[in-house]
């Protein structure tokens, strides 16, 4: 019973051949919860050896993540970047200031594709959590100045 539940739980690892828990593999295919045949560990190294023999491979990975989800050039994003002075659309706070969460994200219509500007994580999820729905945002708006009106009583 115990080698049935230990083969269950485990796999063996097609690169260094170890048995190790199905936690340390990711998944290939979450729907189907199929796993790599490689473990996490072989996955970084190969991944850094790779990079290490195309230094170029970061700057290939921006230029199809942009192009494949937001149909943006490099040149593009970069005159956005230009354009709202390095800073979130939002809140104004500088991308990339050393604080957590100030990347430069891409923020477009769900419903149309279109780009609509950088904003910052926070932002961004904002307008996320919200659906990009006006009525909920003024909604959110009016609560925050109720809530502060009761503070100040």
């Known amino acids: 019973m115990y080698s049935v539940l230990f083969q269950m739980t485990c796999k063996i690892c097609g690169c ?6 199905q936690s340390e593999y990711h998944f290939r295919n979450k729907k189907k919860k199929t796993l ?3 473990c996490k560990d072989c996955k970084n190294k190969a991944r850094i050896e790779r990079r290490k023999h195309t230094p170029d491979c ?4 921006k230029q199809y993540y942009l192009k494949q989800w937001y149909g943006l050039t490099v040149d593009q994003y970069d005159s956005m970047v ?14 990339d200031s050393g604080i957590k969460g100030t990347k430069p ?3 477009h219509c769900h419903v149309t594709g279109r780009v609509r500007g950088l904003l910052c994580s926070k932002c961004n999820t904002l307008l996320g959590m919200a659906n990009d729905n006006k009525v909920v945002l003024e909604n959110a ?3 925050l100045d109720r809530s502060q009106d009761d503070t100040r009583s």
């Open 16 to 21: 260094c051949g170890t048995n190790k828990p």
């Open 36 to 38: 790599n045949s490689w």
């Open 58 to 61: 970061p700057i290939k990975a």
């Open 82 to 95: 230009k354009q709202q002075n390095n800073s979130c659309a939002i809140c104004d706070i500088v991308f």
């Open 105 to 107: 994200h891409v923020d």
């Open 141 to 143: 708006i009016t609560y």
